[in-house]
T-cell receptor, first 113, second 120 residues
């Protein structure tokens, strides 16, 4: 079983739609959960960071963590063409000092005007 | 917010030559930087952890003599791909964390824009 599973898509939605992106993980030692957005030929940009089960909201983005199911989600409301990118989930054991990240493969999202 | 600058953004080199990629933290100091490689439609794979003033730590399967890492200052780490071959063609990305930063830049890592290496 892979440590992190993420559906690579591609996922195509109309502008204004609600987008749901998901990752499952097998390592129960992961304590910190992140979502990155990566535009083509660019480095990833951190969108959301959380360390507990439940929901965390930031503007149009909501990150959801279910530690019991080892499942995390990112919801994008009122999606915009500018949201078109690859979204990567990332996990770490620690949030202190310098820690290593484990990434999913990324889901490519296209928002059609 | 924290900014990481990576240079060059794109490089084409001949097989057998060496290529140096620079990663700079522009407005913060980073004792640790990470180097990743990303193949098309694949995830970021950690290659090595670069530590200021000491030797880098390489992940299993990464040849340290081929991928030379130097972290000579708190704001600069370099990755040199020596004797490059076509199979080294990839997207290389560095990252660092602004531990003293605010908000997301404090919690998560900031990535450079990446370097597209093509070996012909």
């Amino acid at each position: 079983q892979k440590e992190v599973e993420q559906d690579p898509g591609p996922l195509s939605v109309p502008e204004g739609a609600i987008v749901s992106l998901n990752c499952t993980y097998s390592n129960s030692a992961f304590q910190y959960f992140m979502w990155y957005r990566q535009y083509s030929r660019k480095g990833p940009e951190l969108l959301m960071y959380t360390y507990s089960s439940g929901n965390k909201e930031d503007g149009r983005f909501t990150a959801q963590v279910d530690k019991s199911s080892k499942y995390i989600s990112l919801f994008i409301r009122d999606s915009q063409p500018s949201d078109s990118a690859t979204y990567l989930c990332a996990f770490s054991y620690s949030g202190a000092g310098s820690y290593q990240l484990t990434f999913g493969k990324g889901t490519k999202l296209s928002v059609i005007p | 917010g924290a900014v990481v600058s990576q240079h060059p953004s794109r490089v084409i080199c001949k097989s057998g030559t060496s290529v140096k990629i620079e990663c700079r933290s522009l407005d913060f100091q980073a004792t640790t930087m990470f180097w990743y490689r990303q193949f098309p439609k694949q995830s970021l794979m950690l290659m090595a952890t670069s530590n200021e003033g000491s030797k880098a730590t390489y992940e299993q399967g990464v040849e340290k003599d081929k991928f030379l890492i130097n972290h000579a200052s708190l704001t600069l780490s370099t990755l040199t791909v020596t004797s490059a071959h076509p199979e080294d063609s990839s997207f290389y990305i560095c990252s660092a964390r602004d531990i003293g930063g605010q908000g997301l830049s404090n919690y998560g890592y900031t990535f450079g824009s990446g370097t597209r290496l093509t070996v012909v």
